[in-house]
């Protein structure tokens, strides 16, 4: 039986526009619904605990602090890397974006702040983090999870896994 409110096991299809300082930032118009599962901490804690009992059909304005969303700016995120360790095709300027890959393997998201002599100062934080959030959801469609979704903790939907 599927259930008619957001729950743990549901897998939610869901519109949203994501607004920082006025801005959107990012947002599901003009494409598929977002699918995910609820209550496997797949999206961000404020704006989940918000979704919880919604029906389908409804919208919601969502603000989540930035503690509840991708944390505060955190000083610790702040590197030094010498000039040398980076490729020299890069254009090596503050407010420059780029995607590393961390330890193990994953993706990390660094601008850089600032030069530094030899070295560049690379903000590591989430590139939202220390904002506050502005979501604009919309519920358009619950179905039960299957077995293998509960059981890998996010939604299998057309966008691979
Ligand atoms: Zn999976």
């Given at each position: 039986m599927t259930a008619t409110k957001v729950t743990d096991g549901q897998v939610v299809s869901m519109e949203y526009t994501l607004r920082v300082d006025g801005k959107v930032v990012d947002s599901s118009e003009g494409g598929d619904p977002l699918e995910y599962l609820y209550g496997a901490a797949n999206i961000i804690p404020g704006l989940e605990r918000e979704m919880d009992g919604m029906s389908v059909g409804e919208s919601k304005t969502v603000i989540v602090s930035a503690a509840d969303g991708y944390g505060e700016s955190d000083e610790e995120a702040f590197i030094e890397v010498p000039r040398?360790?980076?490729?020299?095709d890069i254009p090596l300027k503050p407010g420059l974006e780029m995607e590393l890959t961390g330890p193990e393997g994953q993706p990390m998201y660094a601008r850089v702040e600032s030069m530094e002599g030899e070295n560049v100062v690379l903000n590591m934080n989430h590139p939202l983090a220390g904002k506050e959030l502005h979501f604009d959801v919309k519920v358009v469609g619950l179905r039960d999870a299957t077995e293998e979704e509960m059981d890998h903790g996010h939604a299998h939907g057309g966008h691979g896994h």
């Open positions: 040398g360790e980076f490729p020299a």
